[in-house]
Protein backbone atom coordinates (compact mmCIF):
# COMPACT_ATOMS: atom_id res chain seq x y z
CA UNK A 1 0.00 0.00 0.00
CA UNK A 2 1.36 3.58 -0.92
CA UNK A 3 2.50 5.45 1.88
CA UNK A 4 0.05 8.32 2.23
CA UNK A 5 1.49 11.52 0.91
CA UNK A 6 0.78 13.78 4.12
CA UNK A 7 3.46 11.78 5.78
CA UNK A 8 6.14 12.81 3.48
CA UNK A 9 5.89 16.91 3.49
CA UNK A 10 7.44 18.73 6.10
CA UNK A 11 3.92 20.54 7.01
CA UNK A 12 5.87 23.68 9.12
CA UNK A 13 8.41 24.70 6.55
CA UNK A 14 5.63 25.28 3.84
CA UNK A 15 7.09 22.58 1.67
CA UNK A 16 3.30 22.14 -0.51
CA UNK A 17 3.46 26.05 -0.87
CA UNK A 18 6.82 27.11 -1.39
CA UNK A 19 6.81 24.14 -4.09
CA UNK A 20 3.35 25.99 -5.78
CA UNK A 21 5.31 29.30 -6.28
CA UNK A 22 8.11 27.71 -7.48
CA UNK A 23 5.77 26.81 -10.24
CA UNK A 24 4.51 30.02 -10.44
CA UNK A 25 7.47 31.53 -11.07
CA UNK A 26 9.38 28.48 -13.36
CA UNK A 27 7.39 26.34 -15.54
CA UNK A 28 3.64 27.92 -14.14
CA UNK A 29 0.70 25.57 -12.79
CA UNK A 30 1.75 21.70 -12.83
CA UNK A 31 0.65 19.42 -15.03
CA UNK A 32 -3.00 19.03 -15.46
CA UNK A 33 -3.64 23.00 -13.86
CA UNK A 34 -4.10 23.22 -10.35
CA UNK A 35 -6.74 26.27 -10.97
CA UNK A 36 -9.78 26.24 -11.72
CA UNK A 37 -10.06 29.77 -11.63
CA UNK A 38 -8.09 30.07 -15.25
CA UNK A 39 -9.33 33.48 -15.91
CA UNK A 40 -8.45 34.98 -12.38
CA UNK A 41 -5.06 33.74 -12.66
CA UNK A 42 -4.34 35.39 -15.92
CA UNK A 43 -5.04 38.80 -13.86
CA UNK A 44 -1.46 38.40 -12.45
CA UNK A 45 0.56 36.37 -10.22
CA UNK A 46 -0.63 37.01 -6.57
CA UNK A 47 -3.91 35.21 -7.70
CA UNK A 48 -2.36 32.38 -9.28
CA UNK A 49 -0.11 31.97 -6.58
CA UNK A 50 -3.56 31.73 -3.98
CA UNK A 51 -5.08 29.25 -6.35
CA UNK A 52 -1.82 27.07 -5.89
CA UNK A 53 -2.05 27.35 -2.24
CA UNK A 54 -5.92 26.31 -1.72
CA UNK A 55 -4.56 23.24 -4.27
CA UNK A 56 -1.94 22.57 -2.17
CA UNK A 57 -4.42 22.97 0.81
CA UNK A 58 -7.06 20.54 -0.81
CA UNK A 59 -4.29 17.93 -2.03
CA UNK A 60 -3.27 17.89 1.84
CA UNK A 61 -6.52 17.83 3.14
CA UNK A 62 -6.76 14.35 0.91
CA UNK A 63 -4.22 12.98 2.10
CA UNK A 64 -5.43 13.48 5.79
CA UNK A 65 -8.66 11.36 4.87
CA UNK A 66 -6.71 8.57 4.00
CA UNK A 67 -4.08 9.35 7.16
CA UNK A 68 -4.74 6.85 10.58
CA UNK A 69 -1.41 7.96 12.58
CA UNK A 70 -1.18 11.99 11.96
CA UNK A 71 -2.41 13.69 15.40
CA UNK A 72 -0.35 16.73 14.97
CA UNK A 73 -0.75 19.19 11.79
CA UNK A 74 1.49 22.26 11.88
CA UNK A 75 0.60 24.95 8.94
CA UNK A 76 1.75 28.47 10.69
CA UNK A 77 2.31 30.83 8.05
CA UNK A 78 1.54 29.04 5.09
CA UNK A 79 -1.26 31.32 3.72
CA UNK A 80 -3.72 28.82 2.59
CA UNK A 81 -6.35 31.44 3.04
CA UNK A 82 -10.34 31.38 3.08
CA UNK A 83 -10.06 28.45 0.61
CA UNK A 84 -7.82 26.30 1.66
CA UNK A 85 -8.90 26.68 5.47
CA UNK A 86 -12.74 25.36 4.06
CA UNK A 87 -10.33 22.24 2.54
CA UNK A 88 -8.69 21.92 5.74
CA UNK A 89 -12.49 21.71 7.23
CA UNK A 90 -13.50 19.15 5.22
CA UNK A 91 -11.34 16.96 6.02
CA UNK A 92 -11.98 17.76 9.64
CA UNK A 93 -15.34 16.38 9.46
CA UNK A 94 -14.48 13.15 8.74
CA UNK A 95 -10.70 12.26 10.28
CA UNK A 96 -10.87 10.89 13.48
CA UNK A 97 -6.88 10.97 14.56
CA UNK A 98 -5.88 14.53 14.58
CA UNK A 99 -5.60 16.39 17.91
CA UNK A 100 -3.87 19.33 17.08
CA UNK A 101 -3.70 21.86 14.50
CA UNK A 102 -2.20 24.87 14.45
CA UNK A 103 -3.53 27.39 11.33
CA UNK A 104 -1.41 30.63 12.66
CA UNK A 105 -1.00 33.67 10.28
CA UNK A 106 -2.89 31.77 7.18
CA UNK A 107 -5.25 35.20 5.95
CA UNK A 108 -8.27 32.71 5.79
CA UNK A 109 -10.18 35.88 7.65
CA UNK A 110 -14.07 35.45 9.00
CA UNK A 111 -15.44 33.30 6.19
CA UNK A 112 -12.20 30.53 7.05
CA UNK A 113 -12.87 30.63 10.75
CA UNK A 114 -16.81 30.24 9.73
CA UNK A 115 -15.37 26.88 8.18
CA UNK A 116 -13.36 25.39 11.06
CA UNK A 117 -16.17 26.12 13.07
CA UNK A 118 -18.48 24.50 11.69
CA UNK A 119 -16.30 21.50 11.01
CA UNK A 120 -15.55 21.69 14.68
CA UNK A 121 -19.48 20.34 15.40
CA UNK A 122 -18.58 17.25 13.64
CA UNK A 123 -15.40 16.59 14.82
CA UNK A 124 -14.72 14.70 18.43
CA UNK A 125 -11.10 14.27 18.26
CA UNK A 126 -9.87 17.81 18.02
CA UNK A 127 -7.95 19.31 21.09
CA UNK A 128 -5.93 21.91 20.80
CA UNK A 129 -6.67 24.65 18.17
CA UNK A 130 -4.33 27.65 16.76
CA UNK A 131 -6.40 30.64 14.82
CA UNK A 132 -3.86 32.94 15.70
CA UNK A 133 -3.25 36.22 13.63
CA UNK A 134 -5.37 35.29 10.63
CA UNK A 135 -8.13 38.33 11.02
CA UNK A 136 -11.00 36.77 11.78
CA UNK A 137 -12.45 39.57 13.50
CA UNK A 138 -15.81 39.73 15.61
CA UNK A 139 -17.38 38.04 13.10
CA UNK A 140 -15.25 35.11 12.55
CA UNK A 141 -15.00 34.75 16.37
CA UNK A 142 -18.76 34.28 17.07
CA UNK A 143 -19.11 31.92 14.93
CA UNK A 144 -15.77 29.73 16.72
CA UNK A 145 -18.10 31.01 19.96
CA UNK A 146 -20.81 29.75 18.74
CA UNK A 147 -18.92 25.88 18.23
CA UNK A 148 -17.37 26.73 21.65
CA UNK A 149 -21.17 25.98 23.49
CA UNK A 150 -21.44 22.62 21.31
CA UNK A 151 -18.21 21.37 21.26
CA UNK A 152 -17.30 18.70 23.93
CA UNK A 153 -13.52 18.04 22.77
CA UNK A 154 -11.16 21.47 22.69
CA UNK A 155 -9.18 22.26 25.63
CA UNK A 156 -7.00 24.87 24.03
CA UNK A 157 -7.89 27.53 22.25
CA UNK A 158 -5.31 30.45 20.69
CA UNK A 159 -6.99 33.29 18.82
CA UNK A 160 -4.02 35.88 19.61
CA UNK A 161 -3.74 39.00 17.32
CA UNK A 162 -7.29 39.09 15.46
CA UNK A 163 -9.01 41.83 16.42
CA UNK A 164 -11.72 40.72 17.82
CA UNK A 165 -12.52 43.86 20.47
CA UNK A 166 -14.80 44.11 22.92
CA UNK A 167 -18.06 42.89 21.18
CA UNK A 168 -16.19 39.43 20.18
CA UNK A 169 -14.87 38.96 24.07
CA UNK A 170 -18.20 39.28 24.85
CA UNK A 171 -19.40 36.69 22.48
CA UNK A 172 -16.62 34.36 23.87
CA UNK A 173 -17.41 35.26 27.38
CA UNK A 174 -21.18 34.25 26.85
CA UNK A 175 -19.71 31.07 25.16
CA UNK A 176 -17.46 30.18 28.07
CA UNK A 177 -20.26 30.15 30.34
CA UNK A 178 -21.89 26.93 28.48
CA UNK A 179 -18.49 25.10 27.71
CA UNK A 180 -17.13 23.00 30.43
CA UNK A 181 -13.87 21.36 28.59
CA UNK A 182 -11.84 24.74 27.30
CA UNK A 183 -8.79 25.11 29.65
CA UNK A 184 -6.48 27.06 27.76
CA UNK A 185 -7.07 30.27 26.15
CA UNK A 186 -5.02 33.41 24.44
CA UNK A 187 -6.67 36.49 23.76
CA UNK A 188 -3.30 38.41 23.36
CA UNK A 189 -3.29 41.79 20.81
CA UNK A 190 -6.91 41.75 19.93
CA UNK A 191 -7.44 45.22 21.44
CA UNK A 192 -9.41 43.97 24.21
CA UNK A 193 -10.23 47.01 26.55
CA UNK A 194 -12.10 47.04 30.25
CA UNK A 195 -15.64 46.46 28.49
CA UNK A 196 -13.94 42.99 27.28
CA UNK A 197 -11.95 42.18 30.90
CA UNK A 198 -15.56 43.08 32.47
CA UNK A 199 -16.92 40.07 30.53
CA UNK A 200 -14.08 37.81 30.44
CA UNK A 201 -14.66 38.06 34.65
CA UNK A 202 -18.24 37.49 34.42
CA UNK A 203 -17.49 33.96 32.80
CA UNK A 204 -14.26 33.65 35.29
CA UNK A 205 -16.45 33.53 38.08
CA UNK A 206 -18.90 30.78 36.55
CA UNK A 207 -15.96 28.30 34.79
CA UNK A 208 -14.57 25.53 36.83
CA UNK A 209 -12.39 24.24 33.62
CA UNK A 210 -10.53 27.63 32.42
CA UNK A 211 -6.68 27.25 33.65
CA UNK A 212 -4.93 29.23 31.61
CA UNK A 213 -5.83 33.32 29.85
CA UNK A 214 -3.75 34.90 28.20
CA UNK A 215 -4.40 38.54 27.98
CA UNK A 216 -1.12 40.15 26.74
CA UNK A 217 -0.99 43.12 24.84
CA UNK A 218 -4.12 44.59 25.00
CA UNK A 219 -5.94 47.99 26.52
CA UNK A 220 -6.92 46.35 29.76
CA UNK A 221 -6.70 49.79 32.26
CA UNK A 222 -7.25 49.81 36.18
CA UNK A 223 -11.23 49.37 35.56
CA UNK A 224 -10.75 46.43 33.31
CA UNK A 225 -8.06 44.51 36.24
CA UNK A 226 -10.62 45.04 39.06
CA UNK A 227 -13.19 43.25 37.28
CA UNK A 228 -10.55 40.22 36.93
CA UNK A 229 -9.54 40.98 40.50
CA UNK A 230 -12.88 40.62 41.47
CA UNK A 231 -13.55 37.27 39.30
CA UNK A 232 -10.44 35.42 41.05
CA UNK A 233 -11.47 36.00 44.78
CA UNK A 234 -14.38 33.31 43.56
CA UNK A 235 -12.47 31.13 40.59
CA UNK A 236 -11.09 28.36 42.22
CA UNK A 237 -9.65 26.67 38.67
CA UNK A 238 -7.72 29.45 36.49
CA UNK A 239 -3.63 28.99 37.38
CA UNK A 240 -2.40 31.09 35.32
CA UNK A 241 -2.88 34.91 33.89
CA UNK A 242 -1.11 37.02 31.61
CA UNK A 243 -1.51 41.34 31.36
CA UNK A 244 1.60 41.97 29.43
CA UNK A 245 1.52 45.62 27.77
CA UNK A 246 -1.99 46.21 29.18
CA UNK A 247 -2.52 49.96 31.10
CA UNK A 248 -2.65 48.53 34.52
CA UNK A 249 -1.48 50.98 36.61
CA UNK A 250 -1.35 51.83 41.10
CA UNK A 251 -5.47 51.21 41.20
CA UNK A 252 -5.64 47.88 39.17
CA UNK A 253 -2.12 46.67 41.03
CA UNK A 254 -3.80 47.18 43.78
CA UNK A 255 -7.16 45.38 43.40
CA UNK A 256 -5.16 42.47 42.07
CA UNK A 257 -3.76 42.51 45.15
CA UNK A 258 -6.77 41.84 47.25
CA UNK A 259 -7.64 39.57 44.99
CA UNK A 260 -3.82 37.58 45.89
CA UNK A 261 -4.85 37.70 49.74
CA UNK A 262 -7.79 35.18 49.13
CA UNK A 263 -7.33 33.24 45.84
CA UNK A 264 -4.80 30.10 46.06
CA UNK A 265 -4.85 28.78 42.68
CA UNK A 266 -3.30 30.93 40.45
CA UNK A 267 0.53 30.37 40.01
CA UNK A 268 1.55 32.73 37.50
CA UNK A 269 0.81 36.17 36.90
CA UNK A 270 2.03 38.35 34.30
CA UNK A 271 2.37 41.76 34.72
CA UNK A 272 5.21 43.30 33.18
CA UNK A 273 5.34 46.09 30.55
CA UNK A 274 2.29 47.63 32.71
CA UNK A 275 4.26 51.24 32.27
CA UNK A 276 1.61 53.79 31.31
CA UNK A 277 2.92 57.15 30.95
CA UNK A 278 5.20 56.46 33.16
CA UNK A 279 3.08 55.94 36.27
CA UNK A 280 4.24 52.22 36.43
CA UNK A 281 2.49 50.29 39.37
CA UNK A 282 2.91 53.04 42.05
CA UNK A 283 4.32 53.27 45.83
CA UNK A 284 1.11 52.48 47.27
CA UNK A 285 0.24 49.59 44.35
CA UNK A 286 3.59 48.33 44.98
CA UNK A 287 2.78 48.00 48.90
CA UNK A 288 -0.46 46.58 48.52
CA UNK A 289 1.15 43.93 46.12
CA UNK A 290 3.46 43.03 48.72
CA UNK A 291 1.11 42.60 51.40
CA UNK A 292 -0.95 40.50 49.05
CA UNK A 293 2.18 37.99 48.14
CA UNK A 294 2.93 38.01 52.26
CA UNK A 295 -0.56 36.50 52.53
CA UNK A 296 -0.75 34.84 49.92
CA UNK A 297 -0.22 31.13 49.73
CA UNK A 298 -0.46 29.78 45.77
CA UNK A 299 1.52 31.73 43.23
CA UNK A 300 4.90 30.54 41.96
CA UNK A 301 5.77 33.27 39.64
CA UNK A 302 5.27 36.97 39.56
CA UNK A 303 6.91 39.10 36.30
CA UNK A 304 7.24 42.52 36.65
CA UNK A 305 9.30 43.98 33.95
CA UNK A 306 9.72 46.96 33.26
CA UNK A 307 7.05 48.48 35.50
CA UNK A 308 9.06 51.41 37.21
CA UNK A 309 8.85 50.26 40.60
CA UNK A 310 11.90 51.75 41.40
CA UNK A 311 13.45 51.45 44.66
CA UNK A 312 10.61 51.79 46.66
CA UNK A 313 8.84 48.81 44.90
CA UNK A 314 11.93 46.65 45.39
CA UNK A 315 11.78 48.04 49.41
CA UNK A 316 8.24 46.54 49.20
CA UNK A 317 9.14 43.57 47.39
CA UNK A 318 11.85 42.98 49.94
CA UNK A 319 9.32 42.96 52.65
CA UNK A 320 7.37 40.32 51.35
CA UNK A 321 10.55 37.84 50.35
CA UNK A 322 11.17 37.44 54.01
CA UNK A 323 7.49 36.10 54.80
CA UNK A 324 6.33 34.32 51.71
CA UNK A 325 7.26 31.00 50.98
CA UNK A 326 5.64 29.97 47.61
CA UNK A 327 6.93 32.27 45.74
CA UNK A 328 10.17 30.10 42.83
CA UNK A 329 10.75 32.81 40.50
CA UNK A 330 10.45 36.63 40.50
CA UNK A 331 11.29 38.72 37.35
CA UNK A 332 11.85 42.45 38.02
CA UNK A 333 13.69 43.71 35.01
CA UNK A 334 14.10 47.29 33.56
CA UNK A 335 12.27 48.72 36.56
CA UNK A 336 15.00 51.46 37.68
CA UNK A 337 15.74 49.76 40.89
CA UNK A 338 19.12 51.15 42.24
CA UNK A 339 21.90 49.94 44.86
CA UNK A 340 19.50 50.80 47.83
CA UNK A 341 16.67 48.66 46.78
CA UNK A 342 19.40 45.77 45.11
CA UNK A 343 20.65 45.98 48.51
CA UNK A 344 17.09 44.59 50.33
CA UNK A 345 16.15 42.48 47.19
CA UNK A 346 19.55 40.45 47.81
CA UNK A 347 19.36 40.98 51.83
CA UNK A 348 15.98 39.39 51.56
CA UNK A 349 17.33 35.94 50.26
CA UNK A 350 18.87 35.54 53.28
CA UNK A 351 15.79 34.85 54.74
CA UNK A 352 13.87 33.29 52.04
CA UNK A 353 14.40 29.46 51.30
CA UNK A 354 11.57 29.14 48.45
CA UNK A 355 13.06 32.02 45.74
CA UNK A 356 14.97 29.84 42.95
CA UNK A 357 15.25 32.25 40.16
CA UNK A 358 15.72 36.22 40.90
CA UNK A 359 15.93 38.39 37.71
CA UNK A 360 17.08 41.95 37.81
CA UNK A 361 18.48 42.43 34.23
CA UNK A 362 18.71 45.89 32.88
CA UNK A 363 18.65 47.95 36.67
CA UNK A 364 20.87 50.30 38.32
CA UNK A 365 22.02 48.18 41.17
CA UNK A 366 25.55 49.03 40.55
CA UNK A 367 28.54 47.53 42.98
CA UNK A 368 26.63 47.56 46.70
CA UNK A 369 24.44 45.23 45.07
CA UNK A 370 27.17 42.60 44.35
CA UNK A 371 28.72 43.07 47.37
CA UNK A 372 25.85 42.18 49.04
CA UNK A 373 26.45 38.73 51.02
CA UNK A 374 23.61 35.90 49.56
Same mark, same amino acid.
Given at each position: ??? @??? *?????????????????????? @?? @???????????????? @??? !????????????????????????????????????????????????????????????????????? +?????????????????????????????????????????????????????????????????????? &??????????????????????????????????? &????? +?????????????? *??????????? !?????????????????????????????????????????????????????? +??????????? /???? /????????????????? &???????? +?????????????????? &?????????
Amino acid at each position: QEK @PQA *LTWNLRSSAFVSGSEAAVHSNG @PP @PGGVCSATEQCSAGVE @PLL !RCHRQEGARELALALKVNSSLTFLGLEDNRIGEGGAREVAMALKEISVLTSLDLTRNGIGEDGAREVAL +ALKENSTLTSLSLARNDIGEGGVREVALTLRENRCLTILSLQGNGIGDGGTRELAIALKENSNLSSLDLG &GNGIGDDGARELALALKDSSSLTSLGLPDNNIGDD &GAREL +ALALQENSSLAYLE *LYYNCVCEEGT !RELAMALKKNSTLTFLGLGQNDVDNRGMGTVGMKELAIGLQENSGLTTLELQSC +AIGDEGAWELA /KALR /KNSTLTALDLDRNSIGE &GGGVELLA +ALEHNCGLVSLSLQHNGI &GPAGKRTRL
